[in-house]
Each structure stands twice: as C-alpha cells, then as structure tokens.
C-alpha cells in the first residue's frame, strides 16, 4: 500500500466511519480507503446480543482506556472501553436505539452550526433507519441500521412501568419522537437476533466494491500536509510503516479520545502542548482536545424476591440451555436482547423544561457492567443525567501514536451536576421503594441506604462510571468561538482537505444514546463532502 492514493482515506472503521465508507463509495468514481486499526468484525461475540459482556473486556476488540484520577470521583479511574474492530462501539455497545430531543440539535444550531437543526437532521436519522415497527412521519423502515422491537415483556420491566406511571411518567413506545419523556421498553440495534452494528448494516454491502479498500490492523500515526492541505496519511500495518495519499480528503473517524489525538500528533493542536512533544505545528488551534463530555451513570442494584432475573436463567444449566434454545430456535430471548430493556427519561430539576435524566433497567446485576451476574436474583437500574454542564479534555502524554491520550473527564466538577446527580439517585430510590416494584424487591444492596444528600453524592463518587458516551472534543462552532475546532461543514479550521466526522464533533451531548447520533452526522457529512448539500 505503500504512496497509493485515494480519492478520500477515512481514519477509523467504527459507527460513523463504516457509514462514509459505503455513502462515499456509492458513486463508482470515487476511490475510497478505510483504516481501521483493529481487526474484522468475526468473533461471534460481537454478533451475539448479550456478547457485549465478553467484548467489554476482549483486548482484541476494545482499546480499553482509563481516565487520570478524577477529583470528582474521589480520585478513581474509570474504565472506558471503546471499540476496536470494523463496526468501532457499534459492535460491542449496548444497542439501544436513542437520538436524543429534538431540543438537542436545535441547541447545534443556535450555537452557529447552520445545518444541524432538528429539521435538517431529523432527514438524515430517517435515512439511515430501518424500524420494525414505526414509519412516516418520524421515523422510516427502509434504512440499512435496524431498529427492532422488543417482543416479549418481562415482569421486571412490566413492573418498572407501573411504578412509572404511578409516580406520573407517562408510558410510550416510542423515546424517539418529539416527547422523550416516557416508560417502556427500548428499541435495539438488533435484526432477526443478531447485533446490527455499522459494520453489519454499512460495511457489508459495500465491501465488494472494486472503489473501496478497506484496511484492518492499521493504525494511524498522523495525517500529512502540504502547505497546510491534508495530502495523506501515516500509518503502521503490523511492524512496517507506509504512507496513504489522499487526492481530496483525509477524513478522522476515530472517535472522542483518537480523533483529537490524532490531530495532536499531526501538528494541529494547542501550541504549547505540541511545543512540549516537539511536533512541528501546522495550524494552533486550542479546541482540540477540549469540551470533553460524557454521560455519568449510577447503577443502584436490588435483590428480587423471585427468580425472574436474568441472573437466574444463567445460575442453572436448564436455565443457560433455555436461553441457547430460545435463540437457536427462535432467536428469543435473553440472547437475542442483551441486558438494557426497560428505559425512563423524566424531569427532577427545577429548571428543565425537557427529560434531563435516563434510565437503563437490566434485568441481570453485577459488580460493574459487563461483570459476572451477582449469585442472587437482582436487576440493575442505572441512571445518568443527560446534559452535564462539567467538561474535561484530552491531551497527549507522547509523542507515539500507540500511547494513548490522557483523558480527563471532570465528572461532577460543577455545583449543578452534582445536584443533578443526586436528584437523579433521590429518584431511582423512590422508583425502587413505590409499588409494585417494591413488592418484588427484598433489598437494596446498592447504595446500600444512604440517608443523607451527602451521602447519595458520596455514593456517586465511589461507584459513578461511564455510560460509553465521550463526546465534543473537536467540536464544531462559529467563527466567534475560538474554541470551535470544526466549522458547520466538519472541516478544520485553519487547514485545507481535512474533516472530522463522529461524536468528537458534537458541541454539546445528544440526551440519549450517541451511536445513532454519530450515524446521522455521518449520513449528513457524506453529502456535505460530496457536495450535495451546502454546509
């Protein structure tokens, strides 16, 4: 591969990448290369459903990373697995199906990004959207990422709703269109019982076209320039070093932590971090690696007094053969589904005028996500706030491409998070103590009973962890921000022929879910680029 040379080089195979590789290629007369640093998507875990419990710690498949000690958290590090393998967190993420409110993306462009208003998007999520269930006019059937229903309820999840209701959240069975405020079951990623990653849904189709290459086991050093024009990349395939040219963009798909890093590397960056590294600066830019955000999560877990949960089914053999049979047979069940069915979303500020908190309902608990199932029948109600107000940063710690950033989330940094965070657990306890769920429930086992708003917070520094949903690193803004690292048409202020395309664009977090977020960007992105519509 060594100087070849393509139309467009996408850096990074995950859910946004996979969706500009297949929209790029469409036209035969453009060449495409995709890069992706992990492998192909084979291990059948990542096909399973419920196999995101074994990706979440697979090496082979998850970069892996850890924070810096959190002064919010007590000083913990959080894990923070992210994929790394054709698909990227499409294919070990926990296939809930969330664009977040129409108010989220309004709030895009009244920050300067013309283009990325409800109106504008809402094309582009239905593009991409093939629902089981819902159509026209929020929503379409025909897209290639699958949206399934969940077919069978479950009493934990049917009780959950009840309880809902009786504490004046309405039910639905849809959180995605124009009221998010609601009880019921999530919509999944899933199709005919298997995970319907970006891969699955982008990539496959598109492989065997003679005008895309796509790349596995390469990683990305740095991106090349010419006068301040992205011309190529750099990049290692096993032990050897090679150079891809790219005629008309490079784009970075690479995530939240990699895609900032990335640009860091390459000389675009704050100019006394690329000073410490001695990497020649090609444009200072001080966003880069800033506005870091993510979702903060709380699981309170509870003992049943029946065994109902999924930590039943997989404590017995009859139980685990049923699951691999409802699966087998019919793909039901358990295996089919994952863990997350139930979801929330509701109001506890005072000054909210839409949901800022959501719910998880897992009829399985753990330790941590992806942990081994607790002996006893439990679930697990995780819940996060959904607009945090803290932001951290991403910055190099080496001037080698393999060492990873330092990510500092600053969870809880703002007196308003904290608040939120609190009211966010007053709620779940108050879920876990109205009937019916509380006739299920024999104890709280965590938090273990806090009494006090000091104690709830205590509670969320010791035990708070990711929801998987880092975001805004090289966030697109107006020309008056001067931390705006893209403009509105993904492109990197200050150079030429050089985009960022996923969740590290966003300025602020979608309410929900982000991988359906990153696969509208990435569908709007692909016209912008090809210029079928203006940015």
């Known amino acids: 591969m060594q100087n070849h040379t393509f139309d467009y080089l996408i850096v990074g195979g995950g859910s946004s990448g996979c969706v500009l590789a297949n929209r790029l290629s469409e036209n035969p007369q453009y060449s495409v290369c995709l890069i992706e640093a992990g492998p192909k998507d084979r291990s059948p875990w990542i096909h399973l459903p419920i196999g995101y419990a074994k990706t979440m710690w697979d090496p082979k498949l998850n970069w892996k990373f850890q924070t810096e000690p959190d002064p919010g958290m007590n000083n913990r590090q959080i894990y923070w697995p992210r994929g790394k393998t054709l698909g990227g967190s499409s294919s070990i993420n926990g296939l809930i199906f969330i664009r977040g409110q129409k108010e989220d993306y309004d709030t895009w462009r009244d920050l300067g990004n013309q283009g990325w208003g409800w109106d504008d998007v809402l094309p582009y999520f239905k593009k991409a959207e093939g629902n089981d269930r819902f159509g026209e006019p929020l929503h379409s059937k025909t897209?290639?990422?699958?949206?399934?229903?969940?077919?069978?309820?479950?009493?934990?999840?049917?009780?959950?709703?009840?309880?809902?209701?009786?504490?004046?959240?309405p039910q639905t069975d849809d959180f995605n269109n124009l009221t998010q405020e609601g009880v019921g079951y999530y919509q999944l990623t899933t199709h005919r019982g298997f995970r319907c990653s970006t891969s699955v849904a982008y990539l496959k189709p598109a492989k065997n076209r003679s005008n895309l290459k796509i790349l596995?086991?390469?990683?990305?050093?740095?991106?090349?320039?010419?006068?301040?024009?992205?011309?190529?990349?750099?990049?290692?395939?096993?032990?050897?070093?090679?150079?891809?040219?790219?005629?008309?963009?490079?784009?970075?798909?690479?995530?939240?932590?990699?895609?900032?890093?990335?640009?860091?590397?390459?000389g675009i960056g704050p100019k006394k971090l690329l000073q410490e590294f001695q990497i020649p600066i090609i444009h200072d830019l001080p966003g880069v690696g800033e506005n870091l955000q993510d979702h903060l999560q709380h699981r309170l877990i509870y003992e049943l007094n029946q065994p109902i949960s999924t930590n039943d089914q997989l404590s017995s053999w009859w139980g685990r053969l049923k699951m691999g049979l409802d699966w087998a047979l019919l793909r039901e069940g358990p295996l089919s589904i994952g863990i997350n069915q139930g979801g929330l979303f509701t109001k506890v500020m005072k000054d909210s005028k839409t949901p800022d908190i959501q719910f998880h309902l897992a009829t399985l608990s753990a330790?941590?996500?992806?942990?081994?199932?607790?002996?006893?029948?439990?679930?697990?109600?995780?819940?996060?706030?959904?607009?945090?107000?803290?932001?951290?940063?991403?910055?190099?710690?080496?001037?080698d491409p393999q060492v990873p950033p330092k990510m500092f989330a600053?969870?809880?940094?703002?007196?308003?998070?904290?608040?939120?965070?609190?009211?966010?657990?007053?709620?779940?306890?108050?879920?876990?103590?109205?009937?019916?769920?509380?006739?299920?429930?024999?104890?709280?086992?965590?938090?273990?009973?806090?009494?006090?708003?000091?104690?709830?917070?205590?509670?969320?520094?010791?035990?708070?962890?990711?929801?998987?949903?880092?975001?805004?690193?090289?966030?697109?803004?107006?020309?008056?921000?001067?931390?705006?690292?893209?403009?509105?048409?993904?492109?990197?202020?200050?150079?030429?022929?050089?985009?960022?395309?996923d969740c590290s664009a966003m300025p602020t977090l979608p309410s929900g879910n982000t991988n359906w977020p990153a696969v509208m960007l990435a569908e709007r992105a692909a016209d912008l680029i090809l210029g079928k519509i203006k940015g």
């Not at 096993?238 to 995530?255: C, F, P, T």
């Not at 006739?439 to 917070?457: A, Y």
């Open 143 to 169: 897209g290639p990422l699958k949206a399934s229903s969940i077919q069978q309820k479950h009493p934990l999840v049917e009780a959950f709703k009840q309880t809902a209701n009786t504490l004046g959240v």
């Open 216 to 266: 596995t086991g390469s990683q990305v050093c740095k991106v090349i320039f010419e006068n301040k024009k992205a011309v190529g990349i750099e990049m290692i395939q096993g032990n050897v070093k090679s150079i891809l040219r790219a005629d008309k963009e490079v784009i970075l798909s690479a995530g939240a932590i990699q895609s900032p890093q990335l640009l860091q590397l390459s």
């Open 367 to 399: 330790e941590m996500a992806g942990g081994k199932a607790h002996a006893f029948s439990g679930f697990t109600m995780s819940v996060c706030q959904l607009r945090p107000k803290s932001r951290g940063h991403v910055r190099i710690q080496s001037s």
């Open 410 to 501: 600053n969870y809880l940094a703002t007196q308003y998070d904290r608040d939120s965070n609190i009211a966010a657990v007053k709620y779940a306890r108050k879920i876990s103590q109205t009937d019916p769920l509380r006739s299920l429930i024999v104890r709280e086992v965590k938090p273990n009973n806090p009494q006090s708003d000091e104690e709830i917070l205590e509670f969320c520094r010791n035990h708070g962890a990711t929801i998987f949903h880092p975001t805004g690193t090289c966030q697109m803004g107006s020309d008056h921000n001067p931390m705006a690292v893209l403009d509105s048409s993904l492109r990197v202020r200050g150079v030429s022929g050089l985009r960022v395309v």
